[in-house]
């Protein structure tokens, strides 16, 4: 595999362009943790070595055997993609406001805005909804920037303004704006979309429909080509209540059960979380996963495990919300770098 990082990134010469970005880093990082133990959450440190990596459809994971003394004293194991599941198992402790910033392991992934190792910020509120995790984004990226000494989020010639008024847009509402696409029309039944709706209305746009797609990619096709390029755009965007299809691990939202508590935060066109009101309910959340597993064998030949004491936890967990934040593209946002790898300290290199 060819390495794309940066030959002897570690020399002085190469190494110094980067100190602004990293320094930037630090105070965001610094800001950050002081934000949340104002605000009265504890930090908590979790595994990364987990029995489940997380069961994201299209997340691989990186595996590992855990070996004890005895030769036959051996179990596969994984790096985490999130640390959610278990941080979860702590809400359903007793801890009832928690952060974690920690790293994370996605195989598979590695771009401008992708590493396979990488910072995520994630936290949970007890008695809260997904919207008191929207007022939470507005207050962190705000403080971050006022620490860092920025009045702009800039990416590659775009920025936004976090300042002004943030903008919340639904999914059903953005696919018919910038798509002219009714989405839910095409889930009357909302656990199980029909496919060849939303590919009629896909095609009828001038997207390409292959054999093959399912609902799911078509989604993701019109996302990625119609809707994603106007997100987090002079302010940043709060993308929410996504289809229950779509939202493993949130609940339904109240009065309309064909959408779930969830969002994701765009500045200046990149993903910068994911959030969820958190569903509690263990069947269903079973259901879900192994629809998922499912799904994941089907595309790629393989299924993780579902973590049983996670689903023997729910039950004891409280209502609440949760939300995985990228530290790293929020500092490269923050900081105006170009690529993530310009806030690592060091890459993972491949040879």
Known sequence: MRSPVQ???????????????????????RSLRRWFEDHGFDEVETPALQVSPGLEVHLMAFATDLVGPHPDDRRRLYLHTSPEFTMKKLLAA????LFQLSHVYRNGERSGTHHPEFAMLEWYRAGAGYRDLMDDCIALVRAACIAAGKDRLRFRGLQCDPFADWRVLTVQDAFLHYAGIDLLATAPDPLRPDRELLANAVRRIGIRVADSDTWEDLFFRVSLDRIEPHLGMDVPTFLS???????????????DPRVAERFELYGCGVELANAFGELTDPVLQRQRFEADMAEKERLYGERYPIDEEFLAALPLMPDSAGIALGFDRLAMIIAGAERIDDVLWAPVVTA
């Open 7 to 29: 030959p002897n990134w570690w020399h002085p010469d190469h190494f110094s362009r980067k100190r602004p970005y990293l320094a930037v880093r630090q105070t965001v990082m």
């Open 94 to 97: 007793g801890v009832p406001r």
């Open 241 to 255: 209540d996504y289809p229950v299809s779509m939202a493993a691990l949130a609940r339904p939202k109240p009065g």
